[in-house]
DNA sequence: TCATTAAATAAGGAGTCGCTTACATGGCAG
DNA sequence: CTGCCATGTAAGCGACTCCTTATTTAATGA
């Protein structure tokens, strides 16, 4: 995946992984420091440190400092793109008419030649 | 991500590419042919097919023989497991209880269960 | 039969992903 | 200050992604 995707292509490929989903889960419970989000995994700290820049690049999580402890928190705004997106496509019955809009949209997220 | 991925990784991960996210909306028009569905792009055929191939194993479409063409469709299951699982935590009403309650177990100063 | 067309496959290259271990940063308690 | 603690960053490795061009497969129709 290119360097510069655009945002919702961010969001899905931070869903694309099990691990970053069961942290999503957890974050659900309320902030959570990296310590705590990554003792249920077999995977070293900066392995869950990794994850969670990932997440946070695509704005899926907020990690602010508390002392030598950083609080993780879920931001949900992504989440509703994402959703918006696939309901929109997984409507069978009103197909034609955002189609054309629907297309000039994605496409203009794209390199052209 | 090793070969064996689950599922809804496999979904989440071919819808994180504007390309395909491109392709899905194209077929909501209907079936269509590999050539009309690479003629938008900027991109050699031989690319679409590897993009298809992404969207078959999640899934997401379905490509079957009409003499020299592949006629490729959508299916929109993969779609709902998705969006069911977005909907799930986007929940903010859900949310909002639960850190309410975590809120609540953080000042009895109880650890976890 | 043979050339044409539609599409898949092969091979390869630049870049990214997900993990590791080792080291750096920075708050804190003695 | 000094040594812990929680975390982040660096470097490196093997696998994967996304694209390319070249080749292969398969159906068509003269």
Redesign the pocket.
């Known amino acids: 995946?290119?360097?510069a995707?655009d945002e919702l292509s961010l969001v899905f490929?931070a869903l694309?992984?099990p691990?970053?989903r069961a942290i999503i889960s957890r974050l659900r419970g309320g902030p959570t420091?990296?310590?705590?989000?990554?003792e249920p995994f077999?995977?070293?700290?900066?392995?869950?440190?990794?994850?969670?820049?990932?997440l946070e690049r695509a704005g899926l999580i907020e990690?602010t400092?508390d002392?030598?402890?950083?609080?993780?928190t879920l931001r949900t705004e992504p989440l509703d793109e994402a959703s918006a997106w696939v309901d929109r496509h997984r409507d069978e019955w009103n197909e034609r008419f955002d189609l054309l809009d629907e297309r000039l949209r994605e496409l203009k997220g794209q390199?052209d030649a």
Chains 1, 2 share one sequence.
């Open positions: 995946m290119a360097g995707a490929q694309a992984d691990t970053r420091t990296v310590g705590e989000l990554a077999a995977m070293s700290r900066p392995a869950i440190s990794q994850h969670l820049k990932v990690r400092a002392a030598q402890w950083r609080r993780c390199t």
